[in-house]
């Protein structure tokens, strides 16, 4: 009987600089489109030596100093200098730059994003809602073994037969049970087709900060979320009422008060014209006082909600007992801890809510994260980039004066008085052809090794994603992507599961030093809440983590507590990152004047980067923790885990 592997799932130990890869794809590009050359060139190696004289012009002599100039090119070409609450129009980086690994084309990509939730002219839904049967029904119907192995493997793997919202990555198997499955549903309820005057609607509040975090208001609309669905009403929130938005930045991108300025809107445009024009001619009834089990026995057309019981989660049901089937990855005490079923329940649905709500950041706060993420790791990443480039000229310039010294060239074949095979000389041109491909062979290695040593492990698989980038060069150089997409691991092209290959390395998170914990320590008045443990216990808990990553050193911290930063830049054995955000003094103020002092987008930005670690640790008794908790468990990072430090307050 044939036996099948399923694929390991690996974390990479090491900073990658994908877009230097990409960069080195190009150069190899530059070689083999390069025309041969003439028996009479003295030197043999002429595209060779320009290319390495071209990278040694920007490299200079010192890779510091390269980093320095490409920290401060990278700073202006994405606007991260000055007071732009919007990122550029378009990257105009120097020439010689390549773009940062670190940092994301903010426009750009939102731009990508609202395309993708797009409906077509006739009201087509966008592609990645549609699905053809799964791999093991179509195996099973008699399509091959192969795919059926493949479903096996991962239980309800993700391809043909599974939707694939574009802001859900890795592996089903890294995500809690039917993730793109219950996304697309809640995009389809939330984006109804047509101009929503038919639909029932439930028009929500959002809570105030008075009583609420910014974690604790969108556990309350996720709730919110779910009454919606079970009533068949799409969820629309009253457009002024988020109060954590009510700043000069939110207003100067037109978002006051309006969580768009942080995300995407969780409904479509249509419904919530509907719902502002139910709002201006004052046909709603008071939203203050309505609570869940008033609004769910309405009739009403549109029903407004003021409140909301956080713990709500029955819409789960909806999509049978899949939340049953989630794996236990929360540790605490050292050991696994198993959820009661109705906790499993709630679990499952807040993670799947804050998802959809939380699934892409607006322009604004991708500009902010842009920000936040130079200024932690800008300098990092250029270093790599300086290296990686410098190591790149001088393999090419070894081997130009490699293939140059060859006795074999077409310049030694004249000195030697050799007669070549047929005219203007053939053979000759042909050796240095075959030459030619040598070298850029070496050179494909090189940077299919570069790529293989520093995997993204949480890249949705994509079949098209190298073919894509493949189509951008000519000939051969795109047979060299191909392959050295394939030396990374992936094979498409190669078998009958082409989409269930490793991950592909154009399809990149932004760049963090990896493996990296995000650590959350809660502190201030949260007390009266719950119980507090001090910064030395978290530690505590994250070198536990050190013999499962032996490499971890990159701490990304959050904490709202100024004491916890001085204490940590004291800690020699880690590499602490953290936001810029203002924090508590000891014994200033309390934690309601330490959020009128911060920047809630800068707060947003953090989470965002906490959610892309690779390990976690925090305490799940506050909103914000198990904020992280529930991102990562969407994000391909289920099987990461949490180390819980009061496991007891969830």
Avoid at 379 to 403: C, D, G, M, P
Avoid at 494 to 514: F, H, T
Wanted: proline residues 6%.
């Amino acid at each position: 009987m044939m036996r099948h592997r399923c694929r390991s799932y690996l974390r990479p130990s090491q900073p990658q600089s994908h877009v230097a890869s990409a960069l080195t794809l190009l150069l190899i590009g530059a070689l083999l489109s390069s025309p041969s050359l003439p028996a009479s060139n003295t030197h043999g190696a002429g595209p060779l030596l320009a290319l390495a004289q071209s990278a040694s012009q920007f490299l200079g002599d010192a890779a510091s100093q390269e980093a320095e100039a490409l920290v401060k090119a990278w700073s202006e070409a994405y606007g991260l200098w000055g007071e732009s609450v919007l990122p550029p129009s378009a990257i105009s980086l120097p020439p010689g730059v390549p773009a940062a690994p670190h940092l994301e084309d903010c426009a750009r990509v939102s731009a990508e994003r609202e395309a993708a939730e797009r409906r077509g002219a006739g009201g087509e839904e966008p592609s990645w809602t549609q699905g053809a049967p799964r791999r093991a029904e179509a195996a099973a119907a008699g399509a091959g073994a192969a795919a059926a192995a493949a479903a096996a493997c991962s239980g309800q793997e993700h391809g043909e037969g599974v939707p694939q919202p574009p802001w859900i990555r890795g592996p089903d198997a890294a995500n809690l049970p039917l993730t793109r499955v219950v996304q697309r549903d809640i995009w389809r309820h939330q984006f109804p087709l047509g101009d929503c005057t038919d639909k029932r609607l439930l028009i929500a509040k959002w809570p105030t900060p008075g009583g609420h975090g910014a974690g604790s208001q969108v556990h309350v609309m996720s709730a919110m979320l779910s009454l919606a669905m079970l009533n068949n009403r799409v969820l629309v929130e009253d457009p002024d009422s988020y109060l954590r938005a009510r700043t000069a930045d939110c207003e100067a991108v037109g978002h006051n008060s309006r969580w768009d300025c942080y995300f995407f809107p969780i409904t479509s445009v249509e419904c919530r014209r509907v719902a502002v024009q139910q709002l201006i001619t004052n046909t709603l009834p008071e939203c203050a006082g309505v609570r869940f089990e008033e609004a769910a026995a309405s009739d009403a057309k549109f029903v407004c909600v003021g409140m909301a019981n956080s713990m709500e989660s029955s819409a789960a049901s909806l999509w049978g007992d899949a939340y049953l089937n989630t794996t236990c990855t929360v540790e605490a005490e050292g050991r696994l801890m198993p959820l009661a079923p109705e906790l499993r329940k709630v679990h499952w649905w807040r993670a799947q809510a804050v998802r959809f709500i939380m699934r892409w950041p607006s322009a604004h706060l991708c500009h902010v994260t842009n920000q936040e993420r130079h200024r932690a790791f800008g300098t990092l990443s250029a270093n790599h980039v300086a290296r990686f480039l410098q190591t790149q000229s001088e393999a090419l310039s070894a081997l130009s004066h490699s293939i140059s010294a060859s006795p074999g060239t077409a310049t030694a074949a004249a000195n030697a008085g050799a007669t070549p095979a047929g005219a203007n000389g053939t053979a000759a041109a042909t050796d240095w052809e075959a030459r030619r491909r040598t070298a850029a062979d070496r050179l494909v290695a090189l940077a299919a090794s570069f790529l293989s040593f520093h995997p993204d492990p949480y890249a949705t698989p994509t079949a098209t994603a190298a073919s894509d980038h493949s189509a951008s060069l000519s000939g051969d150089a795109a047979a060299a992507a191909a392959a050295a997409a394939g030396a990374n691991g992936g094979e498409g092209g190669s078998g009958d599961n082409g989409n269930d290959a490793g991950w592909s390395m154009l399809v990149q998170e932004p760049y963090m030093p990896r493996p990296i914990v995000s650590l959350h320590v809660r502190g201030t008045d949260k007390f009266a809440e719950m119980g507090l443990s001090s910064l030395d216990s978290h530690i505590f808990h994250m070198t536990r983590l050190r013999p499962h990553a032996l490499h971890l050193q990159h701490v990304w911290l959050n904490t709202e507590t100024q004491a916890n930063i001085d204490q940590v830049k004291e800690l020699a054995s880690w590499t602490f990152f953290y936001s810029s955000n203002a924090r508590q003094q000891d014994g200033g103020g309390g934690l309601r004047q330490y959020e009128r002092d911060q920047s809630v987008a800068v707060s947003f930005a953090s989470v965002l980067i906490a959610a892309q670690c690779d390990l976690f640790v925090g305490s799940l008794g506050s909103n914000w923790s198990r904020l992280m908790n529930e991102l990562r468990s969407t994000n391909g990072r289920l099987l990461a885990g949490f180390v819980a430090v009061n496991f007891g307050e969830w």
